[in-house]
């Protein structure tokens, strides 16, 4: 809503006025024209009334004076979706004031949207030009409600089914851009206000982030491996770092508007360019891994238990298997990726489409998992294991459990003995442990009566190649020489530990960040932001911490270790616990990833082109562009190239640990951000969450930061020297940001700190070192007239110490402002040249005497002080009274003599060696005449440092008294 006000009356009145003195009249319309409910007829009304009445009270006699009146000409308001515009007021014969009569218009208010009191959506999308608000939008969907706060609060179920209908876990401005492609009408799109709530637009999204590959994949394995008590170690520490993640980035989006970019936004933002930029691409790089294992997980679903028969590759050497397998799964994601990312150029409303399939997929899911563990309780599901003495066997080459069957009335070898011996005759040649031990069959799902849960409670360990044994049946050991190749034991593909299933694990618990990705898509962002992601959390801590429970208590011990179910036929362990068929978990999983991976797909080349737009990466600059609507096209490309580098590896539990890395990097930032902006206070730091603590921020940090090195101590050097690099390739050559950010604030507190320490006193003898004030002369230009004395202050220093870099103009500072920083502008382009690091500080002086003066009494600050002046011989010397004669030369000598400090006066200053000049040889001339406490001593060993001077000798000449 914009009002403009014109005023009538004195010249000398004030705009400062206009808020207190108001006529009767003007607080009339200006109540009337806030109210979100007038139309226009009481708009008209009441600017017709307040010009009559002001009209009157005229007549009437002098009630205000001509410096009180103000008449409203313009009121543009948004009203019932109604435009009401250039309404202008009449005067008391009812005829339109003329431009005459109109006064000049000094001032305009522009009122802001009301985030926050009256509930009423009024925010648009950030990524298409935002037009107004569609007509009616503020009751679509509402039922008949006294007040608007009963609406929100009772939708009706009509409007929650449409809001699912249109549900969409892709982040914010994907949907607005397909639309601007679609439309191709030059005009502007008209965007409806964002009305998503906590459920729909926190809570789901990060709901489906969440549950994914991991959950039906590997979570029976890794509570096989670990036991249930260190199952419950790892959720446990995976879902602490997360919530404590979730507090922390619930601050730091409710302190402002968090856009696309999501957590790249919010670290940049509070830590800066380059935290931002390091800890975003290691975000993007996780993103983008995280495809690679949704996309292997896919592969893996449908080659081992939808269609195992359409593997290319393929081995008649069971050693070789797994080598076949890997790569089938690099050729059958290579094609994969390539038609993902082809869908997703042509239009991720495609994908949107199918996002609330894809939900349905993960709840029906869980939900048949639960009904399987209630249903095992009474009726177990039959899925026989066959053990051999303790070991289990995979069904291959025989369909029955037993050494002999009963076939009529004889008794023959079954298929199982032609496995382990040479042929079919009692008497063949067998293996030695077949003929050593019996053969048992048990349910591989007893079911939730029975008592497995106490096998389950600890580790069962393993190491890569061994065989599979279940723990309390007998087993008689063969001979060392026995050969297992080709028999149907069931192996071991990995090395099990807790650290390594840590890093395995660790991927399930990402996806927090869903709802921030969004808030530009939320009708109250702060508020649904932290309800949201942590109710996700806690459902999602709640389930998985159920699952290794229930699955302990209900699938025999060498069945959950079994990786790929060989034991079972080849079915998913979690799929035939599930009720009412193992379908129902392998197709979910299996849309399930696969929409997971599209999602990926999705969001990565948004953040690649978040980070490329900001520019604080100058060679990622090019992955800013895209499609016409907006589309990162060439980040889409560059995302499939790296997800291509996860498919090669081909192997999921390889790929886990490295997502893991920059996921929890990413992480452990978003928890330093927050710590940091809370302990130093900053005046723009008032998030609206205010259940956090630094604290907690700071364990949450640690948290990450340990879980790093626990899951692979190597992955996290690797991950943090990339993070490195990247923030100091940043800081040598990205562009100069300023956000506001916390590390500026901590080094401000950190350099006040110091500087409080410092002692004020005068320095130890073995701390001593020239702290430099470099007085400059400056043409009428405004430029430096013997640079070379920058040059010799940088081979003098090397960039140690305090150096501040002066000059005078003379004048007066409200005339010679802009002469200032002009003349700033040339000394730091000067030091960035000459690699001079230090301060620059400009004064205007009614005379050069005075300037140089209060340059040398007053540069510094505490206990950072030059103790050295260094200034170039003046060049009129003989002119008593020129500008730079020798009085002001004497007295400039005479103030550091009462400053009590050292004066460096160089003749002849052009004739010195520039930075980059490298003398062969020659000597250093020390005429040591006045003892002067060592100075002339130092000052040749500091040039002798630098590499101008280095191999330069050193000759002094001094005057000996000889007593």
Not at 41 to 58: F, I, P, Y
Not at 296 to 320: C, H, M, Q, R, W
Not at 502 to 530: C, E, H
Not at 535 to 554: K, Q, R, V, W
Request: aromatic share 10%; with cysteine.
């Amino acid at each position: 809503e914009v009002l403009h006000v014109f005023f009538i009356g004195e010249p000398g009145f004030e705009v400062g006025d206009c808020t207190e003195r108001r006529s009767a009249g003007s607080r009339s319309l200006a109540s009337r024209a806030e109210n979100p409910l007038m139309n226009r007829n009481a708009v008209e009304h009441s600017l017709s009334n307040t010009g009559r009445r002001a009209t009157d009270k005229e007549e009437q006699g002098p009630v205000m004076s001509q410096s009180q009146r103000f008449l409203v000409t313009t009121v543009r308001s948004q009203i019932d979706g109604h435009v009401i515009d250039e309404m202008q007021n009449k005067d008391s014969n009812g005829t339109n004031a003329t431009q005459e009569e109109s006064s000049v218009p000094i001032l305009e208010y522009l009122r802001e949207p009301n985030r926050y009191g009256d509930g009423v959506p009024k925010e648009s999308s950030p990524f298409i030009n935002s037009t107004d608000i569609d007509k009616g939008i503020l009751y679509e969907g509402k039922n008949l409600a006294l007040f608007e706060e009963e609406m929100d609060r009772n939708p009706m179920v009509s409007s929650l089914l449409n809001r699912l209908a249109n549900y969409t876990n892709l982040t914010q401005g994907v949907r607005e851009h397909e639309e601007a492609e679609n439309n191709d009408e030059p005009k502007k799109k008209e965007i409806k206000a964002p009305r998503m709530g906590t459920f729909i637009g926190v809570y789901l999204p990060c709901l489906q982030n969440i549950l994914g590959v991991i959950l039906f994949l590997r979570l029976t394995w890794i509570v096989g491996a670990a036991g249930i008590f260190g199952s419950f170690w790892i959720v446990f520490m995976c879902c602490a770092c997360t919530s404590l993640t979730a507090i922390s980035m619930s601050a730091i989006a409710t302190n402002g508007v968090v856009p696309a970019g999501g957590s790249y936004y919010m670290i940049s933002r509070s830590l800066g360019p380059e935290f931002g930029g390091a800890v975003g691409l290691c975000f993007y790089l996780g993103t983008t891994f995280a495809g690679a294992m949704y996309i292997l997980g896919t592969i893996e679903i449908l080659l081992t238990y939808i269609v195992p028969s359409a593997a290319i590759f393929k081995s008649e050497d069971p050693n070789n298997e797994s080598l076949a397998m890997l790569n089938n799964m690099r050729l059958y994601g290579t094609c994969t990726i390539a038609l993902m990312a082809t869908v997703v150029f042509v239009g991720v409303k495609y994908v949107n489409k199918l996002a609330l399939v894809f939900l349905a997929c993960v709840i029906l899911s869980i939900f048949s998992i639960y009904a399987g563990v209630i249903k095992s309780g009474f009726s177990p599901p039959d899925f026989p294991l066959c053990l051999l003495g303790n070991r289990t066997l995979a069904w291959k080459g025989f369909d029955k459990c037993a050494k002999i069957i009963i076939q009529g009335n004889q008794t023959v070898t079954s298929q199982l003995w032609k496995v382990f011996c040479q042929d079919s005759s009692f008497n063949a040649t067998c293996n030695e442990y077949f003929e050593l031990n019996n053969v048992t069959q048990i349910q591989g799902i007893p079911g939730i009566a029975s008592n497995v849960i106490f096998d389950n409670i600890w580790s069962h360990y393993g190491t890569q190649g061994e065989m599979l044994e279940k723990h309390g049946l007998p087993s008689i050991p063969a001979s060392e020489t026995e050969t297992n190749a080709g028999l149907p034991y069931v192996f071991s593909d990995i090395a099990t530990y807790f650290t390594m299933l840590v890093g395995i694990y660790f991927p399930s618990v990402t996806g927090i960040m869903a709802g921030s990705n969004r808030s530009g898509d939320l009708k109250d962002a702060q508020k649904s932001i932290p309800t949201g992601t942590l109710l996700a959390i806690i459902t999602t801590s709640f389930i998985y911490l159920s699952c290794i429970i229930l699955f302990g208590a209900c699938i025999e011990g060498v069945l959950l270790r079994d990786k790929f179910g060989e034991s079972v036929n080849g079915n998913l362990v979690i799929g035939i616990l599930a009720w009412p068929s193992p379908w129902v978990i392998v197709i979910g999983s299996f849309f399930s990833t696969c929409g997971a991976g599209l999602q990926s797909l999705t969001g990565a080349p948004r953040l690649m082109q978040a980070i490329a737009r900001d520019g604080i990466v100058p060679f990622l600059r090019v992955f800013g562009h895209g499609k016409a609507n907006g589309e990162p096209t060439w980040a889409l490309l560059l995302t499939a190239g790296i997800c291509e580098i996860g498919i090669l590896i081909a192997s999921l539990d390889s790929v886990a640990p490295i997502l893991s890395m920059f996921f929890l990097m990413c992480y452990m930032f978003v928890n330093l951000a927050c710590a940091l902006q809370t302990l130093l206070r900053t005046p723009n730091w008032r998030p609206r969450f205010k259940y956090y603590h630094w604290t907690l921020s700071f364990l949450g940090m640690s948290l990450c930061l340990a879980l790093m090195f626990i899951c692979s101590w190597y992955y996290a050097l690797v991950a943090m020297l990339i993070a490195g690099c990247i923030y100091k390739y940043i800081e040598y050559r990205g562009a100069e940001k300023e956000w506001g950010d916390g590390i500026r604030g901590l080094s401000l507190n950190a350099a006040r700190y110091a500087l409080l320490r410092l002692e004020d006193g005068p320095t130890h003898t073995k701390n001593w070192r020239p702290q430099l004030l470099i007085l400059l002369n400056l043409d009428p230009e405004q430029n430096v007239k013997h640079p070379r004395l920058l040059s010799l202050t940088t081979q003098l220093k090397a960039g140690k110490g305090l150096t501040i870099v002066g000059s005078v103009l003379e004048g007066i500072f409200l005339e010679r402002h802009s002469d200032v920083q002009n003349a700033e502008q040339n000394i730091k382009a000067l030091m960035g040249t000459e690699k001079t690091k230090g301060f620059c500080h400009v004064v205007v002086s009614s005379n050069r005497r005075d300037g140089v003066s209060h340059l040398i009494q007053s540069s510094g600050l505490g206990g950072m002080k030059h103790n050295t002046v260094l200034v170039a011989w003046p060049e009129l010397w003989r002119q008593s009274d020129g500008p730079a004669g020798w009085k002001g030369f004497v007295d400039m000598v005479r103030e550091t003599t009462a400053a009590h400090q050292a004066l460096l006066v160089t003749k002849n200053i052009d004739n010195f060696p520039t930075n980059q000049e490298r003398f062969a040889g020659g000597t250093i001339d020390v005429w040591w005449i006045v003892h002067d406490g060592g100075l002339l001593m130092l000052l040749p060993f500091l040039l002798s440092q630098h590499k101008v001077w280095r191999k330069c000798k050193m000759r002094i000449f001094t005057v000996a008294q000889i007593d």
